[in-house]
């Protein structure tokens, strides 16, 4: 699975455990959950999906591109 296809299964499972969070859920527990969606969906926003991968190949004259 790429890396992306994780990131997305994770928020997904976070998002259904906030949603649906009994409403005796400790504020902490629930913080922390919250926290993890948004650092998940940070880095889930910031992912550079690389189409091309032969752009950063290194030549065998050493010079740079």
Known sequence: MSRRG????EIAILDE???NAPA???K???DA???AYD???FDLNNLY???E???FVNDDDGEGL
């Not at 994780?6 to 299964?9: A, F, H, N, Q």
Request: glycine share 0%; net charge negative.
């Open 6 to 9: 994780e990131l997305e299964k």
């Open 17 to 19: 455990r906030i949603k």
């Open 24 to 26: 005796d859920t400790p």
């Open 28 to 30: 902490y527990v629930m």
């Open 33 to 35: 959950w919250r926290l």
């Open 39 to 41: 650092d998940l969906s």
């Open 49 to 51: 999906d690389d189409e």
């Open 53 to 55: 991968p032969e752009l």
